[in-house]
């Protein structure tokens, strides 16, 4: 079957593809007709096709959908460009599943959510643990399948999950080498940095993310500090341990230009956003070696 990724690598063939639309946007050309540009995906590998002479409203229809779609690439401007001359959905006589298409983390989400709680367990602070375990056990559902992101990195299912789960990896191996750090704040800090990306987004089901109105308006920063603050309230912890944990989430972007409320103002502070950057960058990095031969560049990263 050929795949979104055989398009990329330039394997045009006049098979019919399938793949989910992740995205439809109109778009309008210089002399004035109406075209669709289509984002779509085959689980792990995205490209945009071009169907010409069609509204929104007539393809929007296929958005979030398992579709099949005739497209032909050719060369325009050096580059490779696609266009879609058909679309339709799919049936059970085409043999397909849409949960197939469906990006997923690596590791089940069960796994990544057990030992992030056995984590808390754990801990010898009660402030600590009350609040992860209380925020945690509140919202497994959504736990379980939540993508980090719309567009960047860990935007699959159960991406959120993955990328707490490999922060607390890390910050669990990195604390050990700094003596004076609070190791449990910044494991804690780490497990509930992106809380507040349960109520930034809402997952398709493509499994990628797409944003509520609380998201827009507030974001996640502020969400999941605003919703840690409440339940350490509500659970009457340690007040200080509390707003150590606060500002750990308010200033994990790093600067404010990144979107942090504040800056990072302690030392496991700075390491949770550290972690926070390596971890999303490194995710990239993963993605584009994916497409990548040995010895090629992509985007200034290069595979030996």
């Given at each position: 079957?050929?795949?979104?990724?055989d398009?990329?690598?330039?394997?045009?063939t006049?098979?019919?593809?399938?793949?989910?639309?992740?995205?439809?946007?109109?778009r309008?050309?210089?002399?004035?007709?109406?075209?669709?540009?289509?984002?779509?995906?085959?689980?792990?590998?995205?490209i945009?096709?071009?169907?010409?002479?069609?509204?929104?409203?007539?393809i929007?229809?296929?958005?979030?959908?398992?579709?099949?779609?005739?497209?032909?690439?050719?060369?325009y401007?050096?580059q490779?460009?696609?266009?879609?001359?058909?679309?339709?959905e799919?049936?059970?006589?085409?043999?397909?599943?849409f949960?197939?298409?469906?990006?997923?983390?690596p590791?089940?989400?069960?796994d990544?959510?057990?030992?992030?709680?056995?984590?808390f367990?754990?801990?010898?602070?009660?402030s600590?643990k009350?609040i992860g375990?209380?925020?945690?056990?509140d919202?497994k559902?959504?736990?379980l399948?939540?993508?980090?992101?719309q567009?960047?990195?860990?935007?699959?299912k159960?991406?959120?999950?993955?990328?707490t789960?490999?922060?607390?990896?890390?910050?669990?191996?990195?604390v050990?080498?700094?003596?004076?750090?609070?190791?449990?704040l910044?494991?804690?800090?780490v497990?509930?940095?992106?809380?507040?990306?349960?109520?930034?987004?809402?997952p398709?089901?493509?499994?990628?993310?797409?944003?509520t109105k609380?998201?827009?308006?507030?974001?996640?920063?502020?969400?999941?500090t605003?919703?840690?603050?409440?339940?350490?309230?509500?659970?009457?912890?340690?007040e200080?341990?509390?707003?150590?944990?606060?500002?750990?989430?308010?200033?994990?972007?790093g600067?404010?230009?990144?979107?942090?409320?504040?800056v990072?103002?302690?030392?496991?502070?700075?390491?949770?956003?550290?972690l926070?950057?390596?971890d999303?960058?490194?995710?990239?990095?993963?993605?584009?070696?994916?497409?990548?031969?040995?010895?090629?560049?992509?985007?200034?990263?290069?595979k030996?």
């Amino acid at each position: 079957m050929i795949s979104v990724k055989d398009f990329k690598d330039g394997i045009v063939t006049n098979d019919n593809l399938f793949a989910i639309v992740k995205e439809v946007s109109e778009r309008e050309s210089k002399n004035g007709s109406k075209y669709v540009v289509l984002t779509i995906s085959d689980g792990k590998n995205d490209i945009q096709v071009k169907m010409w002479n069609k509204t929104g409203e007539e393809i929007s229809k296929y958005q979030g959908t398992l579709a099949c779609l005739h497209v032909e690439g050719s060369m325009y401007n050096g580059q490779l460009s696609f266009v879609a001359t058909t679309i339709r959905e799919t049936t059970m006589n085409d043999g397909v599943k849409f949960e197939d298409f469906i990006p997923s983390a690596p590791i089940p989400s069960e796994d990544m959510y057990n030992y992030i709680v056995n984590m808390f367990n754990s801990m010898k602070n009660d402030s600590l643990k009350r609040i992860g375990l209380k925020l945690y056990e509140d919202n497994k559902d959504k736990l379980l399948i939540w993508p980090a992101a719309q567009k960047m990195h860990h935007n699959i299912k159960g991406g959120l999950l993955y990328h707490t789960y490999r922060m607390v990896k890390s910050a669990e191996i990195s604390v050990k080498a700094y003596k004076n750090v609070n190791a449990e704040l910044v494991v804690a800090g780490v497990a509930l940095h992106d809380i507040g990306k349960l109520w930034e987004m809402v997952p398709t089901d493509g499994g990628y993310g797409e944003y509520t109105k609380d998201g827009v308006l507030f974001g996640h920063i502020y969400l999941g500090t605003s919703v840690v603050e409440r339940c350490g309230y509500e659970l009457g912890v340690d007040e200080s341990i509390l707003k150590h944990l606060m500002h750990i989430i308010a200033s994990h972007h790093g600067k404010k230009e990144f979107g942090a409320i504040e800056v990072p103002k302690t030392q496991e502070a700075y390491i949770v956003s550290e972690l926070d950057m390596l971890d999303s960058q490194l995710y990239m990095y993963e993605k584009d070696e994916l497409d990548m031969k040995p010895g090629e560049f992509n985007h200034d990263r290069v595979k030996f």
